[in-house]
């Protein structure tokens, strides 16, 4: 093999282990009966800080997402993380408004005054890129907008949410020199969507800033691709957090330790290796040792 084609099968085969097991949980967990079992079982932990949080408001969004427990955990955790960072919280892909209704619900419990910038088409997807999208399908995740309003005012967040209602090609680009973000939740599906949205809204991150890309390990390859792309073409090394599958993060501007190169693109398994609950339930319910995979893939590499 020469030695383009050896990395070649170490990239291949890192995100193969990484991608695993959303290949392997999507199923249960986009069952509603699953995550009602799921939410009851009360020692399984969904989060580090706000696993109460969670499973206290669980109720309030369960019907209006498409993110599960183990990932929300995780964006409540980084929410918290960057509540004194410059900026607001800006969501491309809002689909039925959970996760950013889940976001506001924090913010509002914590005192916390930052905007929700809810962006979203809320007619479902556009076209799937024919060569860098697999296993989407336009107008899936259609929601309405109206329905989207009215759940925000229950939930007492009117004040604190800004929609920004169509294609992120006409939405993104009038807000983005004057938006300032702490959190930026990427969690639109597709190749074309995150390049709509990500190179122009990464800019306005704040260094010490969370980026969730929600849909990074998800086996469609269009967020994944849209990102190392940008990344690559601006000559950017930071690194990117392996959490619950699908969804990755970055802390932009921030060293980590033990970082795995692929590829020219940094990684860490540090955050997943904390996760325990996560990783008992993968063990448990796919018989997968993801930390053990990951282990083997980086010796070898
Ligand atoms: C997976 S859903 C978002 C899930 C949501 N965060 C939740 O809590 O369930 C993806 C959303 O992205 C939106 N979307 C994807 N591409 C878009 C684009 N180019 N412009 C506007 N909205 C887009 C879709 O309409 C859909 O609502």
Request: some cysteine.
């Amino acid at each position: 093999m020469s030695s383009r084609e050896i990395i070649d099968t170490q990239v291949k085969t890192f995100h193969d282990t990484i991608e695993m097991p959303w290949k392997r949980s999507f199923l249960s967990l986009m069952r509603s009966t699953y995550l009602e079992d799921l939410i009851g079982e009360t020692e399984i932990s969904f989060s580090e800080k706000n696993n109460i949080f969670i499973r206290e408001n669980w109720d309030s969004i369960k019907h209006l997402t498409l993110v599960d427990p183990f990932r929300m955990g995780v964006l409540i955790d980084l929410l918290e993380k960057v509540k004194d960072v410059e900026g607001d919280i800006v969501e491309c892909g809002s689909y039925k408004g959970g996760s950013g209704i889940l976001m506001g619900l924090w913010l509002k419990a914590n005192g916390i005054k930052k905007t929700i910038h809810m962006m979203d088409s809320f007619a479902g997807l556009p076209d799937p890129d024919a060569v860098n999208d697999k296993g989407y399908k336009k107008g899936q995740f259609m929601s309405d907008f109206d329905l989207v309003k009215s759940e925000v005012e229950k939930n007492g967040l009117s004040d604190m949410v800004k929609f920004h209602k169509g294609w992120f090609s006409d939405t993104v680009p009038p807000m983005k020199n004057d938006v300032k973000i702490a959190l930026f939740h990427v969690d639109c599906d597709l190749y074309t969507s995150t390049n709509d949205c990500f190179p122009d809204l990464y800019p306005a991150v704040t260094q010490g800033g969370a980026i969730v890309l929600d849909d990074f390990n998800d086996g469609g390859g269009g967020e994944k691709k849209a990102v190392h792309d940008y990344l690559e073409r601006n000559e950017l090394s930071e690194v990117i957090h392996i959490s619950p599958a699908p969804q990755s993060f970055i802390i932009k501007g921030e060293a980590a330790n033990d970082i795995i190169k692929v590829g020219g693109q940094k990684y860490s398994d540090q955050h997943i290796s904390n996760n325990q609950p996560y990783l008992n339930w993968l063990k448990e319910n796919y018989d997968l040792n993801l930390m053990e995979n990951i282990q083997k893939v980086n010796s070898s590499a």
